[in-house]
């Protein structure tokens, strides 16, 4: 299957390292991959919070091998994997996947960073790098939906460092004349809705301040030509057998019939569960 993007679309993934792709997956289908969320007991033991400057906490868990879970099914499914293919000029591998909850009144913000300004330092030597962050839920401002600075991926890597609460985020001197130039824009997003993004695209969230949760799972990919030249917690080049479409609905059915033990089983086994930033 080719890139999901439009002619148009590409032409704006290009001068604004992000894309905004409307069902992504169905209604039948986001339904399928939110209950296999919510009922996969291996996400809920392994969920961490990581704190804000007020003290509001993220809930998170991140996997790095996508497996045979509906959500595993997903992330190597032909219209994401053709699309970040399109996105990064060649092969990519599975680099992480990672669950983002804020819970209703209390979820905490995320500062402003790029992902390459922690990939950078696993060892990744290109920001050939990529992901795209689903909507379970509604993404609102009010629940703290992504934000994005449209075309801040031309500005190249930023230095990062520790911030006040439990979080790395980028240099705000350099951020704030970003958003002198460069437009702010919230990603706000309807369930199934998939907003794909460069590594180096600047982005944040607020806290949710409403009472309806937003949950997001985010599927991370890096270019196989970039393996990683030091040993990380998150994986080198591992070979990603793409699935057809249809597999997360046809994961749905065998479920409903009782057949596929894989639709709650983890996207991988524990150890490979981390809590570590990045």
């Given at each position: 299957?080719?890139?999901?993007?439009?002619?148009e679309?590409?032409?704006?993934?290009?001068?604004?390292?992000?894309?905004?792709?409307?069902?992504?997956?169905?209604?039948?289908?986001?339904?399928?991959?939110?209950?296999?969320?919510?009922?996969?007991p291996?996400?809920?033991?392994?969920?961490?919070?990581?704190?804000?400057?007020?003290?509001r906490?993220t809930?998170?868990?991140?996997?790095?091998?996508?497996?045979?879970?509906?959500?595993?099914?997903?992330?190597?499914?032909?219209?994401?994997?053709?699309?970040l293919?399109?996105?990064?000029?060649?092969?990519?591998?599975?680099?992480?996947?990672?669950?983002?909850?804020?819970?209703?009144?209390?979820?905490?913000?995320?500062?402003?960073?790029?992902?390459?300004?922690?990939?950078?330092?696993?060892?990744?030597?290109?920001?050939?790098?990529?992901?795209?962050?689903?909507?379970?839920?509604?993404?609102?401002?009010?629940?703290?939906?992504?934000?994005?600075?449209?075309?801040?991926?031309?500005?190249?890597?930023?230095?990062?460092?520790?911030?006040?609460?439990?979080?790395?985020?980028?240099?705000?001197?350099?951020?704030?004349?970003?958003?002198?130039?460069?437009?702010?824009?919230?990603?706000?997003?309807d369930?199934?809705?998939?907003?794909?993004?460069?590594?180096?695209?600047?982005?944040?969230?607020?806290?949710?301040?409403?009472?309806?949760?937003?949950?997001?799972?985010?599927?991370?990919?890096?270019?196989?030509?970039?393996?990683?030249?030091?040993?990380?917690?998150?994986?080198?080049?591992?070979?990603?057998?793409?699935?057809?479409?249809?597999?997360?609905?046809?994961?749905?059915?065998?479920?409903?019939?009782?057949?596929?033990?894989?639709?709650?089983?983890?996207?991988?086994?524990?150890?490979?569960?981390?809590?570590?930033?990045?």
């Amino acid at each position: 299957m080719p890139c999901v993007f439009s002619a148009e679309q590409q032409r704006s993934y290009e001068r604004d390292g992000f894309v905004i792709v409307r069902g992504l997956f169905d209604t039948e289908e986001i339904g399928i991959l939110r209950a296999a969320i919510e009922q996969d007991p291996q996400i809920g033991a392994s969920l961490y919070d990581r704190r804000d400057a007020e003290g509001r906490a993220t809930r998170m868990t991140t996997w790095n091998h996508p497996g045979d879970s509906v959500y595993g099914l997903a992330a190597r499914s032909e219209r994401v994997v053709d699309t970040l293919e399109w996105m990064l000029g060649g092969e990519v591998y599975h680099y992480h996947s990672k669950l983002t909850a804020k819970e209703p009144l209390e979820g905490g913000a995320w500062e402003w960073h790029q992902d390459y300004g922690y990939w950078y330092h696993n060892g990744c030597l290109f920001p050939h790098m990529g992901s795209v962050m689903v909507a379970l839920d509604p993404a609102t401002r009010a629940n703290g939906c992504l934000q994005v600075i449209r075309g801040s991926h031309h500005v190249g890597r930023v230095e990062h460092g520790v911030l006040p609460g439990e979080q790395v985020g980028a240099d705000p001197q350099r951020v704030a004349k970003m958003l002198e130039t460069l437009e702010l824009v919230h990603a706000e997003m309807d369930p199934g809705d998939g907003l794909f993004f460069h590594a180096n695209v600047m982005h944040r969230s607020d806290a949710n301040t409403s009472p309806q949760r937003r949950w997001t799972v985010l599927h991370c990919y890096n270019a196989a030509r970039n393996h990683p030249f030091i040993e990380h917690h998150h994986p080198g080049y591992t070979p990603l057998h793409k699935v057809p479409d249809s597999a997360v609905r046809e994961a749905g059915v065998r479920f409903a019939v009782g057949e596929d033990a894989n639709f709650r089983k983890s996207a991988s086994n524990p150890a490979a569960l981390t809590r570590r930033i990045g």
